[in-house]
């Protein structure tokens, strides 16, 4: 019977209808009803369909329309189920409830609907009464079995509210069962968070060709050019022979081809839509997966410096040397994570051979973290605010006293203030030459650099003259600045240690 078969039910077009957008609408007018039948992405994913999917994507592919079918004939058809729509802001979803999942009941053919008695409808969920399952729109799902997850433009959730991220990741995807079936899609919001760091994840498995078990994330890629509808009118779209380049490498590089329609419709969405910003258009438009996790260097405070590091071959092996002792360069601030920069000087150069960094740990736990290396140490650079008392685990006191505590034979400095943020980072630009990095044992601390930027003002659209401090870049910053401003080369001339001590006016 077709009924029983759920491809049939969702695929078919005669169950379910959706609301669309006319041509000549935009997305704040009501659209009209029609069948909903899978567009060609929808019907791949399908075919590809996992336990576990994660989904990195072109927008407006209906993947978000495609997840509330999925739960809302799970629900509808199955006994005892819990379906779930996570979304990225409680205004959208409540508009999936209302615009999807509301829409795919109210629309049901009639002696269907009379057969599906609702027990429950409210502002976040709809619970069938003929068989207790039930589909719930919302910004978390914490709590109780999950039998079928959606969540939509998780990139987004874990760039704007991290924490929210965090909720899904340690309350909502634990309550799916392996026997559930979670589908993760988004557009990418750079190299960084939680849907990046699962998604990257899946997408190395399915590089390397490895089985999945029922817990391992499918990855999905749908790239703008294998939508249909994304062609227009060569006739009327100029496109410039680096264009044309831009295309012809793509098409090496995918195996695609790529019609003069569709480059037409790439450059004047790129021209129209995105002002000519091709990286936003990389983005919410990629090509590549290369692309999407991709992101515009506006605001960064070092890509030049880690460019001209690599030019130069100055980021990559980089060995520990026995004979030489390890200095550490420290971030401690007050309430937030803590980033240290181990580093040997050699002749000329500063090796930095590792990178640690942890949230919420107390001091111990990277004392032992350094003494664990067997390393020699010599100076362990702290920033000036380590001197100042402050509420601890059950007294007043300074994080230097804590440390001499737990390390008294390790020897503690206090890395003057400079007079200002911007003048730190002069003085780490200019001392970027200077430093070498290990590929390996510097990983985490390197992205965190790529990726220190200023803060955004979204009301203006430019970049504040300050460090955005809340996105867990800029401790390693923060660490790496203790050495361009405190520490001095034994092989420095006298002239230079002079100037130092000059502009401290302290010791250590």
Not at 157 to 163: F, M, Q, S, T, W
Not at 385 to 404: S, T
Request: net charge neutral.
């Amino acid at each position: 019977m077709a009924l029983a078969d759920p491809m049939w039910r969702i695929c078919s077009g005669v169950l379910y209808k959706i609301m669309v957008k006319g041509d000549d609408q935009d997305d704040s007018e009501i659209g009209q009803l029609e069948p909903f039948l899978p567009n060609v992405n929808q019907l791949r994913f399908l075919a590809d369909l996992h336990f576990r999917n994660t989904i990195l994507k072109a927008r407006q592919l209906g993947f978000t329309t495609l997840g509330a079918v999925m739960g809302f004939d799970r629900a509808a058809w199955t006994p005892n189920q819990r379906c779930g729509i996570i979304a990225d802001e409680k205004d959208k979803a409540s508009a999936i409830l209302r615009d999807k999942v509301f829409i795919l009941y109210e629309n049901l053919p009639e002696p269907l609907r009379a057969k599906m008695p609702l027990a429950k409808r409210s502002e976040t969920e709809l619970q069938f009464a003929h068989n207790n399952s039930s589909i719930r729109v919302a910004i978390s799902m914490r709590g109780g079995t999950i039998h079928f997850l959606h969540i939509s433009e998780l990139g987004k959730i874990a760039a704007k509210y991290p924490a929210k991220a965090r909720e899904v990741q340690t309350g909502s995807l634990p309550a799916v069962p392996k026997s559930g079936i979670v589908t993760i899609e988004s557009t990418a919001e750079g190299a960084e968070g939680l849907f990046f760091d699962m998604t990257s994840r899946a997408e190395a498995q399915h590089i390397a060709r490895q089985p999945l078990n029922r817990g391992d994330y499918r990855f999905h890629f749908f790239p703008w050019y294998l939508e249909p509808g994304y062609v227009a009118e060569p006739r009327h779209v100029r496109i410039s022979l680096k264009q044309h380049e831009y295309f012809d490498k793509i098409e090496a590089e995918t195996g695609a081809t790529l019609t003069m329609p569709q480059r037409a419709w790439y450059v004047n969405k790129l021209e129209a839509d995105f002002s000519g910003d091709h990286q936003l258009m990389k983005q919410e438009m990629p090509s590549t997966p290369a692309e999407a996790w991709s992101r515009s260097t506006a605001g960064t405070y070092l890509t030049a410096q880690l460019n001209a590091a690599r030019a130069a071959g100055r980021i990559g092996k980089v060995p520990h040397i026995a004979s030489l002792p390890v200095h550490t360069f420290w971030d401690i601030g007050a309430g937030d994570g803590t980033g240290i920069w181990l580093m040997q000087q050699v002749g000329l150069a500063s090796h930095f051979i590792r990178y640690v960094e942890d949230w919420g740990k107390g001091y111990a736990h990277y004392v032992r973290i350094l003494r664990e290396t067997g390393f020699i140490f010599g100076g362990m650079y702290l920033p000036h605010d380590a001197n100042a008392e402050r509420q601890l685990a059950d007294k007043i006191g300074a994080p230097i006293g804590m440390l001499q505590d737990l390390a008294p034979d390790w020897n503690w400095q206090i890395v003057p203030r400079v007079h200002d943020f911007q003048a730190g980072i002069d003085m780490l630009r200019q001392r970027f030459p200077e430093a070498w990095f290990d590929e390996e044992g510097c990983k985490e601390g390197i992205t965190h650099l790529s990726l220190y930027r200023k803060k955004y003002n979204t009301a203006t659209k430019t970049f504040r003259d300050e460090p955005e401090k809340y996105d867990g870049h800029s401790e390693a910053a923060d660490a790496l600045r203790q050495w361009a401003q405190g520490f001095t080369p034994s092989h420095a001339t006298g002239e230079r240690r002079k100037q130092q001590r000059r502009r401290s006016g302290m010791t250590a």
